[in-house]
């Protein structure tokens, strides 16, 4: 049983990764993301099994990935994005398949996701609009004036090359020695 399973498992990684190589041969076509209008008209951008990933799916998912890869070139970003959605559809396909999307693990992660989802979708809709520049700037200002108004730290230490240094100087700052004269000998 296991073994038909890992071979099932291994079967369907090696069509992925050839997939995933055959996109990366096609990589090219995308290789200019000035050249790619991600907010003019909702294109078809690929198909994954009679799936259509459109240009609006590719804006939406472009913050999340490429916030991950700050440091990816620019001319790499948007077929890297592309690529991963059509693993991303490809893998939720296999998934369906295997009958996962009827798991409790599946239902609670589609419940977070489905929360996070309206939270944005709220924050942007209908509070978004309502903060201006000015709260921004004035929010902003109150903090950086917490900031500064913290209480200032300042350690105070003296280094010495022994043990037997150290004992003798604590004993001699709980005789009631100044540390300020302390410091000052033994540093």
């Not at 190589?21 to 993301?33: C, D």
């Not at 209008?37 to 951008?45: A, H, Q």
């Not at 996701?113 to 978004?128: E, H, M, N, P």
């Amino acid at each position: 049983m296991l073994r038909n399973c890992l071979s099932s498992t291994t079967a369907r990684f090696g069509a992925l990764v050839g997939v995933s190589l055959l996109l990366l041969t096609a990589t090219p076509v995308f290789a200019q993301e000035e050249a790619v209008d991600l907010k003019g008209e909702d294109k078809v951008v690929a198909t994954v099994n009679g799936y259509e990933i459109k240009t609006s799916e590719v804006r939406m998912a472009f913050d999340d990935v490429i916030g991950q890869l700050p440091n990816l070139p620019k001319k790499l970003r948007y077929p890297f994005v592309v690529e991963f959605l059509v693993e991303r559809h490809l893998l939720a396909q296999l998934a369906n398949k295997d009958g996962l999307a009827e798991s409790e693990d599946y239902k609670r992660r589609l419940a977070a996701y489905q929360a996070k989802a309206l939270r944005d979708t709220y924050l942007s809709q209908k509070i978004g609009p309502q903060i201006s520049e000015e709260d921004i700037k004035k929010v902003y200002d109150e903090e950086a004036k917490k900031v500064q108004e913290t209480e200032r730290i300042r350690a105070r230490h003296i280094l010495v090359a022994s043990e037997k240094e150290a004992a003798s100087v604590e004993a001699k700052l709980a005789a009631g020695e100044k540390f300020e004269d302390l410091a000052k000998q033994y540093s």
